[in-house]
C-alpha cells in the first residue's frame, strides 16, 4: 500500500521561510517523479514544481521562480519544498505527488497523493 505524508506546513509570516517534506513509502521511490501542488480556497489546483526521478530535471511555476527550492533524497525517501520571501499568495494546502516516469505539469497525470500540509503566510 503507497502512503505519501506531507510535513512541515505552519503559519509564517510574509518574507519568511519554510520547508516541507514529504515522505513516500510502498513504492520503489527513484521510479517516480515528484511534484508539489498547492490549492487556495476556491480556486484551482496549481503545479509548484516538479522534479525528475534523478533529481537532474527541475521546474518550476511561474510564481515560485527564484524563491523555492526543489529537492529529493532518494536514500531516504523524501521529497522536499523549501519556501523562501513567503509571500501572502502562497497561502494554500500544499500537496505532494508521484507518477512513474517524467515530470508532467497536469495533477492529473499522478497517481499517488498526500493528504496535503496548510501553510499560510500572514501579514
Known amino acids: 500500500q503507497v502512503q505519501v505524508v506531507e510535513s512541515g506546513g505552519g503559519l509564517v509570516q510574509a518574507g519568511g521561510s519554510l520547508r516541507l517534506s514529504c515522505t513516500a513509502s510502498?513504492?520503489?521511490?527513484?521510479?517516480?517523479?515528484l511534484g508539489w501542488f498547492r490549492q487556495a480556497p476556491g480556486k484551482e489546483r496549481e503545479g509548484v514544481s516538479c522534479?525528475?526521478?534523478?533529481?537532474?530535471?527541475?521546474y518550476y511555476g511561474d510564481s515560485v521562480k527564484g524563491r523555492f527550492t526543489i529537492s529529493r533524497d532518494n536514500a531516504k525517501n523524501t521529497l522536499y519544498l523549501q519556501m523562501n520571501s513567503l509571500k501572502l499568495e502562497d497561502t494554500a494546502m500544499y500537496y505532494c505527488?508521484?507518477?512513474?516516469?517524467?515530470?508532467?505539469?497536469?495533477?492529473?497525470?499522478?497517481?499517488?497523493w498526500g493528504q496535503g500540509t496548510q501553510v499560510t503566510v500572514s501579514s
Open positions: 505527488a508521484a507518477r512513474s516516469g517524467y515530470c508532467r505539469g497536469s495533477s492529473d497525470e499522478y497517481k499517488y
Open positions: 510502498g513504492l520503489t521511490f527513484d521510479d517516480y517523479a
Open positions: 522534479i525528475s526521478r534523478s533529481g537532474v530535471g527541475i
